[in-house]
């Protein structure tokens, strides 16, 4: 398969990322909970490599919850900050004050030396990054208390390179100055899947590769991951013939129960795959994690 995901202001991304890395105090890297290491980019390894480090594990709404525990557990252990969050409740959940008390701890020996040389409050510096979609401007968006990023950006759009500049009074520090950065993926995946776990999320667009395969493929990951889920979401009995290995003939079946017929009688599998993969991005199909921490 000819994938093309790393277009030119991919690029231009990481090199303005690296241009600004020493600017920043912080680095805070948004992972989507149902994909925590396909969503990592390895770039940020090296990049940020003396940097603290917040990971946010975004759409924990959407991933399996025992799962998200498992992998806050895993990026703890590595030496990562970490915090889960559905961004999209973030403002019931509180979640710009969560995020606020960890960032004082994480920074909390700098705020010290600061203090003692007399310095008043000063903002921390945070670079945002993540790959297309994972709910960076929605993040950012919750820290500022109001929308100052659009988030109708499509995968693979960018957007211009800003520092927003949220100010808090209650906190020990000034605020935050957020580098905001477009959604940035990496040249080469070394690992297929890790292409395919982005695609069946919607982090790179569906047009690289054609939606029926993508269908097949994500229904033989939640073969493994979630056996019963389509069978539960479309009402058809998981006795019988349909074999995971066979996922063609699954694909039919959901579009036998819903009707997808096209004239002639044949299954209007194209409308099917569109169908399916929407409907596992929206969460419709569950709460489901796609790959456990190793
Ligand atoms: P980006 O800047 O990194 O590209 O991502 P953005 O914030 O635009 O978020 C991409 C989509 O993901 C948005 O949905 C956003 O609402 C959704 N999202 C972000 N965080 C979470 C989360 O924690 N849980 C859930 N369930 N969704 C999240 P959209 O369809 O583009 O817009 P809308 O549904 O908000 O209208």
């Known amino acids: ?34 994909i925590p290491l396909s969503s990592k980019n390895p770039d940020i390894d090296t990049l ?7 990971i946010i594990l975004t759409k924990p709404d959407m991933a399996n919850a025992r799962q998200t525990t498992r992998w806050e557990e895993y990026f703890r252990q590595s030496g990562f900050f ?40 000063v903002p921390v510096r945070a670079m945002v990054v993540g790959i297309p979609n994972v709910g960076k401007s929605t ?7 109001k929308a100052v990023t659009t988030t109708a950006d499509k995968p693979g759009v960018t957007r211009g390179r800003q520092w927003i500049n949220v100010r808090t ?15 940035v993926l990496w040249p080469k995946f070394e690992d297929p899947e890790v292409g395919l776990r982005l695609a069946v999320t919607g982090a790179v667009s569906d047009l690289i590769l054609d ?13 493994d991951v979630a056996p019963k889920a389509i069978h539960v979401r479309y009402r058809f009995s998981s006795e019988g013939s349909h074999d995971i290995k066979n996922p063609r003939d699954i694909l039919v079946s959901i579009g036998e129960a819903r009707g997808f017929k096209m004239k002639g009688g044949a299954i ?25 921490p190793v």
């Open 48 to 54: 940020a490599k003396n940097k603290p480090r917040l």
């Open 139 to 145: 993040f950012i968006n919750l820290l500022a208390g």
């Open 268 to 292: 209007d599998l194209e409308r099917t795959a569109i169908m399916l993969l929407d409907e596992f991005r929206g969460g419709k199909l569950g709460r489901i994690t796609l790959e456990s």
């Open 1 to 34: 398969m000819t994938v093309q995901w790393y277009p030119g202001h991919m690029t231009k991304t990481r090199r303005m990322m690296e241009a600004h890395m020493k600017l920043v105090d912080l680095v805070i890297e948004l992972l989507d909970a149902r």
């Open 169 to 183: 009074p209650t906190s020990p520090f000034a605020g935050f100055d957020l580098l905001d950065t477009p959604g």
């Open 82 to 121: 970490t915090l889960a969050m559905d961004l999209k409740a973030g403002k019931q959940k509180n979640a710009a004050a969560r995020v606020t008390t960890l960032v004082q701890q994480i920074m909390a020996e700098k705020f010290e030396q600061k203090r003692k040389k007399g310095r008043l409050a």
């Open 211 to 223: 939606r029926i395969t993508l269908a097949e493929h994500l229904i033989m990951m939640l073969g």
